[in-house]
């Protein structure tokens, strides 16, 4: 571990809705695809063809995938900030560049992900509704998700005084 980390947190997708619905999502493809190869069944009124199920069963496969992998990763130094959110983000801001940060607490309609044109910014989130928030010297401003916000609110206090 580099002995310069003063913080890292590694969050991920793991509400229990997300994964029903992807659940869901393949169980679709599945469905059909024994209905219609297994049980030489048309799968609906207006049936896929064989070959599209299955590409469909892979795609929704992939999907609940990428979802398992991805990940936001916050690591802080004295520095810097490092946002890394592979493959959607990543993102360096250093201490000298902050204006002012604060944990705030925001409408879970925020949404996941990397979301653009926000009140708060530049958004980076896998779940929850808190984050640091940061208004940049720039006037640019971001926020980035934590599931551990009195640390980094510590953290933060101590590093801009």
């Known amino acids: ?3 310069n980390i003063i913080f ?3 969050q991920r997708f793991t509400q229990l809705w997300l ?3 992807m659940g869901g999502m393949l ?4 469905y059909g695809i024994v ?3 297994v049980l030489k069944e048309p799968f ?3 049936p896929m063809s064989d070959l599209g199920l299955i590409i469909f069963f892979i795609a929704m496969l992939a999907l609940c995938g990428f979802f398992w992998m991805i990940r936001l990763q916050t ?3 004295k520095d810097e900030i490092t946002i890394n959110f592979p493959p959607l983000a990543k993102k360096r801001i250093l201490w000298s560049d902050v204006e002012q940060a604060q944990i705030v607490k925001y409408s879970p309609l925020i949404g996941y992900g990397v979301r653009i044109w926000t009140p708060h910014g530049t958004v980076y989130n896998v779940k929850g509704n808190r984050g640091l928030f940061l208004i940049l010297k720039n006037g640019k401003k971001c926020m ?4 551990r916000h009195r640390e980094i609110e510590d953290l933060v206090h101590s590093l801009l005084k």
């Open 35 to 37: 209905q219609q190869i």
């Open 8 to 10: 890292e947190e590694d």
């Open 144 to 147: 980035i998700g934590t599931q």
């Open 44 to 46: 609906g009124d207006n």
């Open 27 to 30: 169980l679709i493809p599945i």
């Open 75 to 77: 690591t802080i130094t």
């Open 19 to 21: 994964w029903l619905l």
């Open 1 to 3: 571990m580099d002995p």
